[in-house]
């Protein structure tokens, strides 16, 4: 689909059909790529179909990078065609493995949300927030709708403000105030025959296109490219001139993180790490008619891979383990902060 493709021109089956050819092309991207043509499925009304691919990758062998944020969109998808308890005991599921994913969260509250489960929406919310956000100075942007949302149930709910809802605020960069987005009675205001109330009513649409669009505008991250140890073995075997670029894994990893740290002492937002693999590194040479020991093709492979939507953001949640897959907590590993 091109960028510039209106959305009531979009065939959403024929796209779900070539989202999931490609995906038969590159099944190293087969999880972000199923997941945008069931996204699609769910638009044409097809939402069993989309339900099959969410039990294809969810019964698929190889791992999946965020599974919880696929069983949260399946139980979303489930409850909007009936299929209610199996949709809440999915959720329900979801909630109880904390998932370190803000996305999954906001999925979940959504889904209650839009079925007027207002407390149980707000529980989903707050739970999110207390896990991922507790002693974070400066929460990551994917995390902002999970504060966004949390403010406007309990806005609907009538509740007073919270730190929470107060952090929320000042996260906000919109002209018109969160308390006024959401406001409960903005609806009535949609069927007023006043023009003043109506005009506000735009105003405040206004506002809401302007931050919706500022999120899809967003760019993909400035990602570094990362290796497996077994990876960059394999790279280094059939490409040693590499070798005076990786010296050794240890250094590979050390370099990584003190790149991505003097990017963000720089002010360089929306940061990320990409993980290579040989295979998909020969194929990208190989498209760009040059030989894989050209160096110049490292940093243009990681931004094809971040493009491709293979960045993890840097640097992880709050208790989340190390981005260099040793199984430590982060901050017990690269987090661990250098010494002066």
């Given at each position: 689909?091109?960028?510039?493709?209106?959305?009531?021109?979009?065939?959403?089956?024929?796209?779900?059909?070539?989202?999931?050819?490609?995906?038969?092309?590159?099944?190293?991207?087969?999880?972000?790529?199923?997941?945008?043509?069931?996204?699609?499925?769910?638009?044409?009304?097809?939402?069993?179909?989309?339900?099959?691919?969410?039990?294809?990758?969810?019964?698929?062998?190889?791992?999946?990078?965020?599974?919880?944020?696929?069983?949260?969109?399946?139980?979303?998808?489930?409850?909007?065609?009936?299929?209610?308890?199996?949709?809440?005991?999915?959720?329900?599921?979801?909630?109880?493995?904390?998932?370190?994913?803000?996305?999954?969260?906001?999925?979940?509250?959504?889904?209650?949300?839009?079925?007027?489960?207002?407390?149980?929406?707000?529980?989903?919310?707050?739970?999110?927030?207390?896990?991922?956000?507790?002693?974070?100075?400066?929460?990551?942007?994917?995390?902002?709708?999970?504060?966004?949302?949390?403010?406007?149930?309990?806005?609907?709910?009538?509740?007073?403000?919270?730190?929470?809802?107060?952090?929320?605020?000042?996260?906000?960069?919109?002209?018109i105030s969160l308390d006024e987005l959401h406001d409960p009675k903005r609806v009535w205001s949609?069927?007023?025959?006043?023009?003043?109330?109506?005009?506000?009513?735009?105003?405040?649409?206004?506002?809401?296109l302007g931050a919706y669009r500022e999120a899809l505008s967003r760019p993909f991250p400035v990602?570094?490219?990362?290796?497996?140890?077994?990876?960059?073995?394999?790279?280094?075997?059939?490409?040693?001139?590499?070798?005076?670029?990786?010296?050794?894994?240890?250094?590979?990893?050390?370099?990584?993180?003190?790149?991505?740290?003097?990017?963000?002492?720089?002010?360089?937002?929306?940061?990320?790490?990409?993980?290579?693999?040989?295979?998909s590194y020969e194929a990208f040479s190989a498209s760009e008619l040059s030989s894989p020991e050209?160096?110049?093709?490292?940093?243009?492979?990681?931004?094809?891979?971040?493009?491709?939507?293979?960045?993890?953001?840097?640097?992880?949640?709050?208790?989340?383990?190390?981005?260099?897959?040793?199984?430590?907590?982060?901050?017990?590993?690269?987090?661990?902060?250098?010494?002066?």
């Amino acid at each position: 689909m091109r960028p510039d493709t209106p959305a009531e021109n979009v065939d959403h089956t024929a796209e779900a059909a070539r989202l999931e050819r490609t995906a038969g092309l590159y099944p190293e991207d087969a999880e972000a790529l199923l997941l945008q043509a069931a996204a699609h499925l769910e638009l044409s009304g097809d939402r069993p179909a989309a339900t099959a691919l969410y039990d294809r990758l969810l019964s698929s062998s190889t791992p999946l990078d965020n599974p919880h944020l696929v069983r949260a969109l399946k139980a979303s998808n489930l409850w909007e065609y009936g299929h209610e308890a199996e949709a809440r005991a999915i959720i329900e599921g979801v909630r109880s493995s904390s998932p370190r994913d803000p996305a999954a969260w906001v999925i979940v509250a959504e889904a209650l949300e839009s079925h007027d489960e207002l407390e149980q929406a707000q529980e989903a919310f707050t739970q999110g927030v207390q896990l991922l956000l507790t002693d974070v100075a400066e929460p990551p942007y994917s995390a902002h709708p999970l504060l966004f949302g949390r403010h406007r149930v309990r806005r609907m709910l009538g509740v007073a403000h919270d730190d929470w809802d107060i952090f929320a605020d000042t996260l906000h960069s919109m002209p018109i105030s969160l308390d006024e987005l959401h406001d409960p009675k903005r609806v009535w205001s949609l069927g007023s025959d006043n023009p003043a109330e109506l005009e506000a009513e735009i105003s405040r649409l206004r506002a809401e296109l302007g931050a919706y669009r500022e999120a899809l505008s967003r760019p993909f991250p400035v990602a570094v490219l990362h290796w497996t140890a077994d990876e960059l073995t394999e790279l280094l075997s059939a490409y040693p001139s590499l070798s005076a670029e990786y010296p050794s894994h240890e250094e590979h990893l050390a370099t990584i993180e003190a790149s991505l740290r003097e990017l963000s002492s720089s002010g360089t937002p929306n940061l990320g790490i990409v993980t290579g693999t040989v295979p998909s590194y020969e194929a990208f040479s190989a498209s760009e008619l040059s030989s894989p020991e050209d160096t110049s093709l490292l940093p243009q492979y990681a931004t094809t891979l971040a493009a491709r939507g293979r960045a993890v953001a840097w640097p992880p949640q709050r208790g989340a383990v190390c981005w260099c897959g040793s199984g430590r907590v982060y901050g017990e590993c690269h987090g661990v902060e250098p010494l002066a």
